[in-house]
């Protein structure tokens, strides 16, 4: 029974590890129109290992979602549905990297930049992959109707986790150039936004995976949004009290202004925990 037990263990992780392959191979044929990511990793580029890091482990975390659900009748069954939620994932994963190089940090031309070794803004993809990978893991998990279902649950919280971003970023640089201190490879403004991605996509977790008594899709999407509001709310509020109390030395403005990178970290850190306890407890 316990080398059935491993078996099974041993079968979902070939799976996963043969996913990752696959996605490998597809970033690469992805990147090949800037630069070849094979001879740029073995370089020590580490803004493009860090976008390669971030799909990986996204990936894997989006994969949670199918080894937590429930499970099919035999093992080959559930193989065979893990794989294709993994299929999807993959999806998810690419789509994100199409979205991130446009909208997350407009103006950047990201491949160029990752080519560059930029890791400003390899740090902020890192972020968005596994802000993906926890919204793809909800999505699966939560999942009441099937592929579609997870696909309608992963847009709508991609869709608020950019709309999100995008106001941040508007707010941000009445006081500081943001996007373009990313673009110029400013570490402390990458830190920031990635913590910023992954703690935004914590909360949406948690508004994708809640409990639910609504009937109709209209009430589903109120209930939706209203978890999303309430847990940004919260979470907003302990980020003026962590800027306040954290760090006391500094201000979030002289952290992205005069790119301290320690003090960024430390917050983003914070930021990323208080979201996570949001998540799991509150939520």
């Known amino acids: 029974m316990i080398l059935q037990q491993y078996g099974i263990y041993f079968s979902y992780a070939a799976l996963c590890f043969l996913l990752m392959v696959i996605l490998k191979y597809l970033l690469n044929f992805r990147a090949n129109k800037v630069y070849s990511a094979e001879a740029e990793l073995s370089g020590g580029n580490i803004a493009v290992g860090l976008r390669r890091s971030g799909a990986q482990l996204g990936l894997a975390i989006a994969l949670l979602g199918a080894l937590s659900g429930s499970s099919a009748e035999t093992l080959v069954s559930d193989l065979l549905l893990t794989a294709g939620y993994g299929a999807l994932a993959i999806g998810f994963i690419l789509s994100t990297l199409y979205i991130a190089d446009r909208a997350v940090l407009p103006g950047v031309r990201n491949l160029e930049e990752l080519k560059n070794n930029n890791i400003a803004v390899g740090i902020v993809e890192f972020g968005m992959l596994i802000a993906t990978g926890i919204i793809a893991y909800a999505s699966i998990l939560g999942e009441q109707g099937g592929v579609l279902s997870s696909v309608v649950h992963f847009a709508a919280g991609q869709a608020i986790l950019i709309l999100l971003t995008l106001v941040f970023e508007k707010v941000v640089t009445r006081k500081v ?60 509020m302990f980020e003026l009290l962590l800027d306040k109390f954290i760090i006391t030395s500094t201000t979030v403005t002289e952290i992205l202004s005069d790119n301290k990178i320690v003090q960024s970290l430390q917050l983003s850190a914070c930021k990323v925990g208080i979201a996570l306890i949001l998540s799991a407890g509150i939520l």
């Open 177 to 236: 150039a943001f996007i373009p201190a990313i673009a110029a490879g400013e570490i402390a403004s990458g830190i920031y936004l990635s913590g910023k991605l992954i703690a935004y996509s914590l909360i949406l977790k948690s508004a994708i995976i809640g409990e639910t008594h609504a009937i109709t899709v209209t009430d589903k999407a109120m209930e939706f949004l209203t978890f999303a509001f309430v847990g940004m709310l919260f979470l907003y």
